[in-house]
């Protein structure tokens, strides 16, 4: 095989083999944790598109089943898309996904679990009354899809949003029911925005003014904001917004602090997509799912059979500002870790490099708290870039010397560095304030050439003149580096696929590229193992 298969990820959700996107109507019932994924059982390509479904009790060891839903109808055949599951009153799942028919259209179908005895939930049937969303009313057709979990809203009916477009304008179309089966479509979307065409996947959820917890998708009033997030197809990133959901007249306005388009909040700013929220009421929380494409050619996924994973499984909370989202892997992930390697208190000289060593970190979770001291050395921000921080990143890589940093972590990195991806931060001098920018920068990643290599950015919104400290933690798992910078303030996650520092030949370094010194006040790696991972199919 071109690519070793020892670069498969060993903890992150991926299917036995072939293709896999769209992270699909996630849900917790009755002690078990759902999971359906957009799925081509006949090859690494997309295409052929069913709903693969897998089952867990903690979100970390899973279970494959048969697909759940497959194209078997006239409302369907073309494909079973993306959509999501609402457990209503009575626990009482029910899935809206996206069909497409004879005529290529998009519509949006129901189905029930046929035995709710099933712990599982294997089989799911789908009435001969679908669609029952079709695209009528001047609703275009071929860009209808992904319908959103509904909520309940105070005017006594279920609302759910279905992505959409109109000449340019990407629309969240807003339709209420009953009965969940009849379907009617409001005079205005919950939102919408122009100039930047088709939303995919939209989300619409609701978050605690105060605290971690989360709230059921219905919960609506004094003690939440929403949110609401769309897959931009136009740039394949993921926006979204804080605002406030008026229910009287069904309408979203995002805060002024968060803008709606390219600009705008990521989840995450690298590689994922097409992500999807739920509700566990289990242990109170909001968990987001997100999909990480390959960055290799589809003929090497052709090759070595299988594409896609999904991110580790985030809470979600809004932060104490008000102003964005902080994420961070779900608790039960700790359960993994093995080994251990503890440093305190390690000044990094300008320059200078310190290996992590006696742990293995092909496969490892590392958390590390750096002290930059002394903002004097700070780089002079330039405000060309206040709105771009891909660019900037692109522009002021791991390799360009800097004031204060670039300092971070080498991961996935041969024994003399020369494959590696930088993980890090740096910090410039603004008119008023300081600026923190976080980066993933893979250019280095691998001797292959025909793997694609984009440097990925956020800023990270602290306050580095009052705290001196930023902390980082990277998930490594073969060929993918999910960080979160500052406590899940600002998230990247990056595939790469090394030619070199692939299983034992992967080494971790921290790095200090600044003027200055800065000082590693702690770091902790440890050893992730391999939890069950859909390895056999159950009928
Ligand atoms: N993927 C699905 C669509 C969705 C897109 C098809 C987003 O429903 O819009 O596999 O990745």
Same mark, same amino acid.
């Not at 209808?144 to 477009?165: E, M, Q």
């Not at 494409?293 to 996924?301: F, K, V």
């Not at 070595?304 to 809470?315: F, L, N």
């Given at each position: ?18 293709? $896999?996107?769209?992270?699909? @109507? ?29 089952? #867990? ?38 899935? $809206? ?18 035995? $709710?005895?099933?712990? +599982? ?26 319908? %959103? ?7 006594? *009916? ?23 089966? *009849?379907?009617?479509?409001?005079? =205005?979307?919950?939102?919408? /925005? ?28 004094? @003690? ?6 769309? #897959? ?5 990133? &993921? ?7 008026? =229910? ?9 602090? #968060?803008?709606?388009?390219?600009? @705008? ?13 739920? +509700? ?93 001291? /002394? ?23 791991? &390799? ?39 980066? =993933? ?8 050439? /025909? %793997? ?14 009052? %705290? ?19 406590? @899940?303030?600002?998230?990247?996650? /990056? ?8 299983? &034992?030949?992967? =080494? ?14 702690? $770091? ?16």
């Amino acid at each position: 095989a071109v690519v070793n298969d020892e670069l498969k990820p060993r903890y992150h959700f991926r299917s036995p083999r072939n293709w $896999l996107n769209d992270p699909n @109507g996630p849900m917790y019932f009755k002690g078990i944790y759902h999971f359906f994924y957009q799925y081509n059982p006949y090859g690494s390509v997309w295409g052929n598109i069913v709903w693969a479904h897998s089952v #867990s009790t903690n979100l970390i060891n899973w279970k494959a089943l048969a697909p759940a839903i497959y194209p078997s109808e006239p409302f369907d055949i073309y494909g079973c898309w993306s959509g999501s599951a609402t457990v209503l009153p009575g626990d009482k799942p029910v899935i $809206l996904y996206t069909g497409v028919d004879p005529e290529q259209r998009q519509v949006q179908n129901i189905a029930f679990p046929t035995n $709710l005895s099933d712990p +599982y939930l294997r089989e799911w049937t789908k009435p001969d009354y679908n669609p029952v969303i079709p695209p009528e009313d001047g609703v275009n057709a071929s860009a209808f899809r992904d319908p %959103t979990t509904a909520w309940y809203a105070p005017n006594k *009916h279920w609302t759910l949003v279905v992505g959409s477009k109109r000449d340019r304008r990407g629309m969240a179309i807003l339709y209420r029911s009953k009965d969940f089966v *009849h379907w009617i479509k409001a005079k =205005h979307p919950l939102h919408s /925005s122009k100039d930047i065409g088709m939303w995919e996947c939209p989300d619409f959820f609701p978050v605690a003014l105060k605290g971690r917890q989360g709230v059921d998708t219905s919960v609506y009033g004094d @003690g939440v904001k929403h949110v609401f997030k769309v #897959s931009l197809d136009a740039t394949r990133y &993921e926006y979204y917004t804080v605002g406030t959901y008026y =229910h009287l007249m069904d309408k979203y306005v995002p805060d002024a602090t #968060s803008s709606d388009d390219h600009t @705008g909040l990521r989840y995450d700013y690298g590689n994922f997509y097409a992500s999807k929220t739920f +509700y566990d009421p289990a242990k109170r929380r909001r968990i987001l799912w997100g999909w990480a494409n390959e960055s290799d050619s589809a003929y090497t996924d052709k090759d070595k059979g299988w594409a896609g994973v999904q991110a580790i499984p985030r809470s979600i909370w809004l932060d104490d500002s008000g102003r964005q989202l902080v994420q961070w892997p779900i608790e039960e992930f700790k359960t993994l870790r093995g080994k251990h390697i503890f440093v305190k208190n390690k000044n990094i000289p300008s320059g200078g490099f310190l290996e992590v060593k006696d742990v293995q970190t092909a496969q490892a979770d590392v958390e590390v708290t750096f002290d930059v001291g /002394s903002l004097e050395k700070a780089e002079e921000f330039d405000p060309y870039y206040v709105d771009d921080a891909q660019a900037f990143c692109a522009k002021k890589t791991a &390799e360009t010397r800097g004031g204060v940093g670039p300092f971070g972590l080498l991961v996935l990195a041969s024994a003399n560095r020369e494959e590696r991806t930088a993980v890090f931060f740096r910090v410039f001098k603004a008119q008023s304030k300081y600026m923190v920018l976080m980066c =993933h920068d893979p250019t280095r990643s691998s001797k292959r050439e /025909s %793997t694609y290599k984009p440097t990925f950015a956020g800023f990270v919104d602290i306050d580095i003149a009052k %705290t001196r400290k930023i902390s980082l933690r990277s998930l490594i798992d073969h060929s993918v580096v999910e960080s979160f910078g500052a406590g @899940g303030k600002t998230c990247i996650t /990056s595939r790469i696929y090394p030619s070199v520092a692939i299983g &034992e030949n992967a =080494h971790l370094f921290v790095f200090n590229n600044g003027a200055q010194d800065v000082k590693v006040s702690e $770091l902790n790696a440890w050893e992730i193992t391999e939890p069950e991972m859909n390895d056999e199919i159950i009928y």
